[in-house]
Each structure stands twice: as C-alpha cells, then as structure tokens.
C-alpha cells in the first residue's frame, strides 16, 4: 500500500518530522503572543523568534538531523529572505504619506547617497584590515552590510496608513530601509564583478545595466503597476465585484507581479515593490482601501518574518559562529557603534534634522537582518570567492545580524519611551513617536 501511515503497528514513536511540527506550532504559539503584547515589552518579537530558531539549533544538532546550511543551501535561503522582503517592501511603501517631493525626502536622500557608500566604504576598510579579505571580498561583505532592514526596524519606523503623524526620524528610517534593499544590489554586483572577472574593465556595463536601466526599470515598473492595482481595485469595489474581506490578498498578488516583472525586465524588484506600495497609496490616499491592503500585507510580512529568523537561528552552528573569529565579532559590534553613527551624522550635517537626539536615533538603529541575509546567500550561491573567505564573509555577516537583532531588540523600547518623553510638554524635542498598542476592541490590535 502506497503512502505514509500515521501510525505504524507496536510501540513507534516521534519521528523527526513529528518533533518538527510540534515545534513549528510552539514557534506559531510563541509568535502570537510575542506580537500581541511588543509595544509593551523591553524587547522585541524578533528576539523571541531568534531564541526559538536557536533552542532548534541545539535540537538539530543534538539529534543528527541533516537541516539548511547556508552555503550548501544558498538559494533556498536566498528564496526565503527574498519572499519577506518583497511583502516587507510593498507594506513599507504602504505606509508613507509624504508627497514625492526632493525636500520631504531630503533626509533620506542623504541617508541612501552619503551614508549608505561610507557605510560599505568603512565596512570594506574593517574587512580588509581584522578578517584579511581580498577587495572583492571585502566590497560584497561591505555591500551585504549596508542595507538597513523593513521587516525588523518595523516598531520603529512609522505606523499603517493614516494612523499618525510621520515624524522626520520614524519616516527616515521606515524609507531609508524601503530603498537602501534594493540600492544595495549594484554594490554586491559590482563586487561580483570584481571577484570573477578582476581589473575595470566591466565598469561601464556596471553603471549602464546594473545602475542606470535596473534603478529606472525597477522604479518604474513598481509606480506603474502599483498606480494600476489601485485603480483596479476601487473599480472593482465600487461595481461591488470584490469584498473587502479580499483585499490583503491584492496586496500579495500585486507584490508579487511588481517583483516579477521587474526581476523579468532586468530591474531591481526590491525598489519596484517599494515603489508600488508608494504608488498604491497614492492613487487615493484617504481611501480605506489603502489600510485593509496594508493589513494583509503586514499579517503574510509577520509570518515571513517569523519563518525567517526562525531559520537563521536553526542554521546556527558552533563551527560557523567561530569562524568569523574575534576579527569577524569586532566588526560586528563596530558596525553598530561606530561605522553607522559615523555615517549618519557624517551625512546628516546641516540637514534638516537638526536636533541630535533624532540623529542619535536614526544612528544607532540601522538595523541589519533580512536584507543582510538575503545578499549572503546570494554571494555564497554564486560562489566567486574562495571557499575559506565566502565562509568569513557569509559568517561575520550573519554574526553582524546576530547582533543587531540582540542589541536592537533590547534597546528598541526604552530608545523610543526616552525621546517620547522629550516630546511631552517640558520636553520639547522633537523625537520619535512610540506607537501605543491599539485598544483591544480595534480591529488593528495585535
């Protein structure tokens, strides 16, 4: 008799599959509750999540169990981190409210034109010096390090559609991390390129194909296709052809054409889901169409969220954590305390975000995490590099992140209830708003 029987005859206990998804629904249990309660706790949901995927780490390799290794499995990986980000991306986009005007973006122009480079140029430095990397090595661990992250720096950026007000440091970063994903591409190409072909020479097919046509492609693909979504979607409301209680499943099918086409077209998906989401939410922007498609979006970004440190946290290995070395954990830390303030505030003088506690904020919280992962698996998947410095790099990478989401998930809570209070009268800092977790009757509450 073909198939799997769910029992088999005498004593026969929990395979590994069982054990799996009993964990599987702990870790959903866990989730629940951890997103219930965030803007109450200390620390973030993320936290949870990268506890769990370590508790699974030590079940795996306790019990033999063969599991993802993100050299070996690079483009599952690569899968996985890519599908959280599109949803991420086109939820980020969703959200901002400010007109498509130079001087409302001017910060964030800063952040992605000024910052971003000085971060992979001072990165590459810290490479090359405490892990001895080649310069393409060096540049790809510079680039996989630069963008900041929407799926993990969501509690601080701004809130769903309409909800608030977007104050300069919640919008900065909310749009910093929407953009710098996919500006982050040209970086690790151009590294790959300086990996498997050496010299210069592939420097103007560099900036006309994978700077100039990638940028404009995947911008333009996104606002056109997220400005034709929107336009669908309240024709179809209005001719009561679809139900509202559908309308998070269009933000997916939308996400999901932006990214594909664009990808299609040789751009760069990340920016056109972005882009999309801006779009979309343009199109009619106090339509309420516009926060039911953000809560679809947001609730699939969750799970993806999940799903994702989840797997970090299990492919962590005692012999890849100690490959980066002290070298490796160094630049780690650096990258938090030094290299992203220094950036920042490098790229932030004279700005119009002028009060230092809101650049002393969207310093310290360039969180890494999905993005970071994402552009690792795809440098291992490609495998340009020797396979001793494609370790040092995927690994310090990953040990960056680790750190992130330790130290920013700590810190995220008390950094927001701090500058909160500067903005209550007697404290007249214009900081960052901490969003208060909705009343338990709303239908927004977590």
Do not use: C
């Not at 900041?148 to 900065?172: K, Q, R, S």
């Amino acid at each position: 008799m073909g198939g799997t029987l769910a029992a088999s005859p005498g004593f026969d206990f929990a395979d590994t599959f069982d054990l799996g998804i009993v964990f599987v629904g702990v870790a959903v249990f866990a989730a629940v509750g951890a997103l219930s309660h965030q803007h109450e706790r200390a620390f973030s949901a993320s936290l949870i999540y990268l506890g769990l995927g370590a508790a699974a780490a030590v079940a795996i390799n306790l019990l033999d169990i063969g599991w993802i290794d993100v050299a070996t499995d690079a483009r599952v990986v690569e899968h996985l981190a890519e599908a959280a980000l599109v949803m991420a991306l086109f939820s980020a986009g969703l959200k901002l409210d400010r007109p498509i005007a130079f001087r409302e973006w001017a910060t964030v122009s800063r952040l992605l034109l000024l910052a971003m480079p000085i971060t992979i140029g001072l990165t590459a430095v810290l490479g090359s010096l405490l892990l001895g990397l080649s310069a393409a090595g060096a540049l790809l661990l510079g680039a996989a390090l630069a963008p900041t992250d929407p799926v993990l720096a969501g509690d601080i950026g701004v809130g769903p559609p309409g909800e608030e007000d977007e104050h300069e440091p919640n919008f900065a970063l909310t749009a910093e991390a929407g953009l710098n994903d996919g500006l982050a591409a040209p970086f690790v190409l151009a590294g790959l390129f300086a990996a498997r072909e050496g010299g210069t020479h592939w420097t103007l097919e560099w900036l006309a194909a994978d700077v100039v046509y990638a940028i404009a492609v995947g911008i333009a693909v996104g606002a056109a296709i997220g400005l034709l979504a929107a336009w669908s979607v309240k024709r179809l409301h209005s001719r009561e052809m679809l139900i509202a209680t559908f309308d998070g499943f269009h933000a997916i099918a939308t996400a999901l054409v932006i990214y594909g086409v664009a990808e299609s077209l040789g751009g760069y998906g990340f920016l056109g889901v972005f882009a999309g989401g801006l779009a979309f939410r343009r199109y009619e922007a106090d339509h309420e169409l516009n926060e039911s498609v953000h809560e679809g979006s947001e609730r699939l970004e969750k799970l993806l969220e999940l799903a994702i440190i989840l797997v970090l946290g299990s492919m962590l290995t005692r012999s890849g954590l100690a490959t980066p070395g002290w070298g490796g954990w160094l630049l780690a830390v650096l990258l938090l305390v030094v290299v992203r303030p220094v950036s920042v505030v490098t790229s932030l003088v004279r700005s119009r975000m002028d009060h230092p506690h809101e650049k002393a904020f969207v310093a310290w919280f360039g969180v890494r995490g999905v993005g970071t992962l994402y552009y690792v698996a795809v440098i291992a998947g490609e495998g340009v590099l020797a396979p001793s410095e494609q370790a040092l790099v995927v690994w310090t990478a990953i040990a960056a992140v680790l750190v992130s989401i330790v130290v920013h998930g700590i810190t995220a809570g008390p950094s927001m209830r701090r500058l909160l209070a500067r903005r209550r009268p007697g404290g007249e800092a214009q900081g960052v708003t901490l969003r208060p977790a909705p009343a338990p009757s709303s239908p927004r509450a977590r």
